[in-house]
C-alpha cells in the first residue's frame, strides 16, 4: 500500500480525499494536515511514500516545503494539489521538487493515476500541458513570464501577492531582509513595474490571462 500524506488548509478537502480513499486497494492514507510546517513534523516520525499537498499554506507554503523535502527526504514523493492555474505554477514546482501537479478540478480516478505514476518514479502533469511540452508550443506571454522565473522567484513573488512582508517572506524562506528587496526588485524590472502594489496587479493579470487560454 502507498502511504500518502495529505496537506491542505481547508478541513473540508482533507475530509473529502480521506472518504473518497477510504476503500481504496493501493493507497492508505496515513496523515492529514493543515499547514506547511505539519507536513515537516509529521515526517519526522511517520513513513510516507507521496505528499499530496496545496501550495497555499499556512506557515510555509508548499514551494518552500517541496525544497526542505528535496534535500532531507528526497525518497518521498510530492504532489502539488492545487486550484492555482497549471500552466502558471506546475513547471516552477516541478523545478522545486515536486513529481507531479494536479488540478483540483479532476475526479479521484486523475488523483490515483498521478499517485501511482509518482511513486512509480514518474512525472504527473495534465495531459494538455504535457502534449503542449512536448509540442515545443509558446503559450500566452503570461506563461511565459512565469516559466522564465528561477524557483525562489517564483516563491517570493507568491508570496507578496497573498500580502507577505519583507520580514515574513525573509523567515518563512530562511533568506535575509536585503536578498528579498533583491528579488523584489528583480521581479519589478521584469514586469516593468516601479512599486509593489503594480507588481502584485500585474503577476495577478498574468496568471488570470492563463486561465482564459
Do not use: C, W
Amino acid at each position: 500500500m502507498i502511504k500518502l500524506l495529505i496537506a491542505d488548509n481547508h478541513p473540508i478537502i482533507r475530509k473529502g480525499l480521506e472518504l473518497l480513499f477510504s476503500a481504496s486497494a493501493n493507497v492508505e492514507i496515513v496523515g492529514s494536515v493543515g499547514d506547511g510546517e505539519a507536513i515537516l513534523e509529521f515526517i519526522k516520525t511517520n513513513p510516507v511514500d507521496v505528499i499530496l499537498t496545496e501550495t497555499d499554506l499556512p506557515k510555509l507554503n508548499g514551494l518552500t516545503v517541496l525544497r526542505y523535502l528535496k534535500k532531507d527526504y528526497p525518497d518521498i514523493k510530492t504532489i502539488i494539489f492545487s486550484g492555482q492555474p497549471e500552466e502558471v505554477y506546475a513547471l516552477n514546482a516541478i523545478k522545486a521538487g515536486a513529481s507531479g501537479y494536479v488540478s483540483k478540478s479532476v475526479n479521484i480516478i486523475t488523483i490515483n493515476e498521478a499517485i501511482l505514476r509518482v511513486q512509480e518514479g514518474g512525472i504527473y502533469l495534465s495531459g494538455a500541458l504535457t502534449k503542449q511540452l512536448a509540442l515545443g508550443r509558446k503559450t500566452h506571454s503570461g506563461g511565459n513570464f512565469y516559466k522564465k522565473l528561477s524557483t525562489r522567484e517564483a516563491e517570493v513573488l507568491k508570496l507578496l501577492t497573498i500580502g507577505r512582508k519583507n520580514k515574513e517572506i525573509s523567515k518563512e524562506l530562511d533568506i535575509n531582509e536585503k536578498t528579498v528587496s533583491t528579488y523584489k526588485a528583480r521581479l519589478m524590472r521584469k514586469l516593468k513595474v516601479t512599486n509593489l502594489v503594480d507588481l502584485v496587479n500585474q503577476a495577478k493579470l498574468n496568471a488570470e490571462s492563463d486561465l482564459d487560454l
